[in-house]
């Protein structure tokens, strides 16, 4: 049993539950908002994430690594202080930016060298390396160092990346412990998420997913998917992996998704999530409702005077029209690109809200359908 998460109510395997940390408590499902560099993109502050009910923020260990220092956000008190935010925090590993940098690294039992794409230098990273950058962080959840092998991979690539990781998450686990009991170490009760690797392989997947629920991690994180199987491969996955994942732990798909996605994953047992969508297709004009996505950069919004959804809450919403939030975005004027990231983060966090008290009324497999049906209506 975990000391720190607490199981709910479950429905199906959808799962309603809690997560206490050092930084207040996580209500789950949870979709976490990225602000890889520490900052939302679309000038997003600290009290608009509080105003739209965000519980967690995601900052990039290897973005912060490069720019401004993981030493210097150490010297500034640590990530919640240098962001002015004191909610929880999760830090990925730097895992997946080796990956989407192939062409700069290599990769090696010890870990991974490679250029930064910042200004070229050299870097190394292995689990050692990345635990101590996310323990200057400080933030409240650290995720292993693993490596996002490519889709697609060979079995015998796969079986030996996976290998590999499993050795990287016992140096992380010991490097995390040895951090965590550091004088001078911020945040002493850091929390490590492992990460189950395997791509489409499902058997590959779940000896992976025995292996790690074995090394009593605080949570468990299912990476490498969404990176170009379909979506009826990744729900196969999630079918035959999650239940070999421990049920009273945390479960964490990275990189996931769609609004369809997150309610396909959460009836297979998924409870935190994290993805760029709402925000980088904010910042392109597009925007979710519960009756599908609209473009806004459409001509048909010209003078259209309805908010950008009717009954919605968000501050875009509350006072703007769809024809003056298209205007600023062909402006090219930043409050529009703002707006329209704030009205999808706060329709992502009021669906995640939305899901919780579903499942708590174990009603959740007729919401989940209505959802999806009701947002292929303008498709």
Request: charge should be neutral.
């Amino acid at each position: 049993m975990s000391k720190n998460y607490r199981l709910i109510t479950l429905d199906g395997r959808a799962k309603r539950g809690e997560l206490h940390t050092v930084h207040g408590v996580i209500q789950t499902p949870v979709f976490m908002n990225v602000g890889t560099a520490a900052a939302i993109k679309g000038a997003v502050s600290t009290e608009d994430l509080e105003g739209i009910g965000t519980q967690v923020e995601l900052s990039n260990t290897y973005h912060l690594h490069v720019r401004p220092g993981d030493k210097l956000i150490k010297q500034m008190g640590g990530l919640h202080k240098f962001m002015v935010w004191d909610k929880p925090i999760l830090t990925d590993s730097g895992g997946f930016q080796v990956f989407s940098l192939a062409g700069l690294r290599k990769i090696k039992e010890e870990g991974v060298y490679f250029n930064s794409h910042v200004d070229g230098r050299k870097i190394f990273m292995g689990p050692e390396e990345s635990m101590q950058i996310q323990s200057n962080l400080a933030s409240t959840i650290a995720m292993a160092f693993d490596e996002c092998p490519p889709h697609p991979a060979t079995r015998d690539y796969m079986q030996r990346s996976v290998d590999r990781t499993t050795r990287w998450l016992v140096r992380c686990k010991n490097e995390m412990n040895r951090l965590n009991s550091l004088e001078d170490t911020i945040n002493k009760e850091q929390m490590l998420f492992g990460i189950n690797q395997g791509g489409t392989f499902e058997d590959i997947r779940i000896e992976h997913a025995k292996t790690i629920s074995e090394m009593d991690l605080d949570g468990y994180a299912l990476g490498g998917l969404a990176v170009g199987e379909s979506h009826e491969e990744m729900y196969r996955i999630l079918d035959e992996t999650v239940p070999y994942l421990p049920l009273e732990k945390p479960t964490y798909l990275m990189g996931v998704g769609t609004p369809e996605n997150i309610l396909e994953a959460v009836a297979r047992g998924v409870d935190f999530f994290d993805c760029v969508y709402p925000t980088r297709n904010g910042r392109h004009g597009h925007v979710y409702t519960n009756y599908g996505k609209l473009n806004l950069f459409n001509a048909k919004y010209e003078t259209d005077t309805a908010p950008i959804e009717e009954g919605c809450a968000c501050p875009a919403c509350r006072r703007y029209s769809r024809a003056y939030i298209r205007h600023l975005l062909k402006a090219k004027e930043m409050l529009g690109m703002r707006l329209c990231v704030l009205h999808n983060l706060y329709f992502y966090n009021t669906m995640m809200s939305e899901i919780r008290h579903a499942i708590e009324e174990r009603r959740y497999d007729d919401y989940k359908n209505k959802k999806i049906e009701r947002m292929k209506m303008l498709l």
